[in-house]
Every structure is written in structure tokens, then in C-alpha cells.
Antibody
Framework: EVQLVESGGGLVKPGGSLRLSCAAS????????MTWVRQAPGKGLEWVGR??????????DYAAPMKGRFTISRDDSKNMVYLQMNSLKAEDTAVYYC????????????WGQGTLVTVSS | QAVVTQEPSLTVSPGGTVTLTCGSS?????????PYWFQQKPGQAPRTLIY???NKHSWTPARFSGSLLGGKAALTLSGAQPEDEADYYC?????????FGGGTKLTVL
């Protein structure tokens, strides 16, 4: 059974940093393109960024508003993907979801429960 | 970065048919964007209805179908049910960044 469990959310002040984690199980993690998606309260889904699987180079891509502030990394030995968020702004307040593409699944077949990040003074 | 556009809201009568569309600021949406359609109900994570333009998952009700229409991706709901009232998101893949549309709030009334 596929499981994605996000953690690390919480309250952070503007300009601060936070690292989210996503623990994955139930599929071949090293092949999967792990993706972060966020949803601000009452708003739509927003693609945050993606890290490719090792076989595809493990490279990252980000949505424009996140470039230079957010970094996605992975630890295939632990089946973990991370989202390091720096220089946080109020508009980064959202539920952050982990999902993936590949390893026998299409994008978004499985989602975590999400973790809430609140940026406020 | 490309902007993906959807109708903000649509209303359909029970048993009726409605088509949601998905456009791209870069030009025509093609099968090369591998269009996806997600359904999201309040308090729930999104659920994939359609992938790669017109492919359905085992859990996708038969009344939903995907296509390309006039340079856009389209999701058609034929025979709307009350439980279809939800937010629907289009998703397109580009060479680097991927993107969701702003979502369509579908009301069945």
C-alpha cells in the first residue's frame, strides 16, 4: 500500500525558514519523481516543484515564485523527500502536499494528508 | 512560467452535460502536455479523474471523459450527479515547470 506522510509544518515568522519532510512507502522510491504541491486556504492547487528520480538525473525544477527560496532534496536510503523553505512570506501560508509521478503511477495518483504551514508574525 | 486557465465557475443541472476547458498561455494545449484533470471536494486531497488527455483510472466514473477541443484540454461530464459538485483542476506538464489551472468550481443545481 502506498503511503505518503508529510510532517514539519507549523507557525513561522515572515523571513523565517522551515523544512518539510515526506516519508514514502509502498513503491520503488528511487525511481519516482517526487513533487510538492501546495494549497493556500480557500485557494487552488499550486505546483511547487519536483525532484526527478536518480535514473533521470535527480534534477529539480520549481515554480517561478519558489525559485531561489525553496529547495527540494531526497534521501533514497530513507525513502524521504524534503522541502527546504527559506525567506518565507505570508503568501506561502498553505497546506503542503507530497505526491509523485513514476514508479508505476501517474502524477497525483497518491497524495499525503498534507501539512499546514502558517507564515505570520 | 506558463499560466494555465480554467473557467472559475460553472453550473450544470442534474442529469445535464457540461464541458470544462483548460488553456495554456504558451499556445494550444496538445497531447504533449499530458493533460490531467483532478477533482477535489472540501477537506479532501485531490483525486485524479483523467490522465494523458483522455485516460481514466479504475475509480473514474464513466460519465467523465477527457479530450482536446479547440486548442484546449477539455473535461466533459455527461449526466451530472449531485456528488459531482466539487472543484476541478487541470494540470499540464511542460519541459521544466509543471502547472495547475486555477480551478473550476462546479455546481450541480
Amino acid at each position: 500500500e502506498v503511503q505518503l506522510v508529510e510532517s514539519g509544518g507549523g507557525l513561522v515568522k515572515p523571513g523565517g525558514s522551515l523544512r518539510l519532510s515526506c516519508a514514502a512507502s509502498g513503491f520503488i522510491f528511487s525511481n519516482a519523481w517526487m513533487t510538492w504541491v501546495r494549497q493556500a486556504p480557500g485557494k487552488g492547487l499550486e505546483w511547487v516543484g519536483r525532484i526527478k528520480g536518480k535514473a533521470d538525473g535527480g534534477t529539480t525544477d520549481y515554480a517561478a515564485p519558489m525559485k531561489g527560496r525553496f529547495t527540494i532534496s531526497r534521501d533514497d536510503s530513507k525513502n524521504m523527500v524534503y522541502l527546504q523553505m527559506n525567506s518565507l512570506k505570508a503568501e506561502d501560508t498553505a497546506v503542503y502536499y507530497c505526491t509523485y509521478y513514476g514508479s508505476g503511477s501517474y502524477f497525483g495518483d497518491y497524495w499525503g494528508q498534507g501539512t499546514l504551514v502558517t507564515v505570520s508574525s | 512560467q506558463a499560466v494555465v486557465t480554467q473557467e472559475p465557475s460553472l453550473t450544470v443541472s442534474p442529469g445535464g452535460t457540461v464541458t470544462l476547458t483548460c488553456g495554456s498561455s504558451t499556445g494550444a494545449v496538445t497531447s504533449g502536455h499530458y493533460p490531467y484533470w483532478f477533482q477535489q471536494k472540501p477537506g479532501q486531497a485531490p483525486r485524479t479523474l483523467i490522465y494523458d488527455t483522455n485516460n481514466k483510472h479504475s475509480w473514474t466514473p464513466a460519465r467523465f471523459s477527457g479530450s482536446l477541443l479547440g486548442g484546449k484540454a477539455a473535461l466533459t461530464l455527461s449526466g451530472a450527479q449531485p456528488e459531482d459538485e466539487a472543484d476541478y483542476y487541470c494540470f499540464l506538464t511542460y519541459s521544466a515547470a509543471w502547472a495547475f489551472g486555477g480551478g473550476t468550481k462546479l455546481t450541480v443545481l
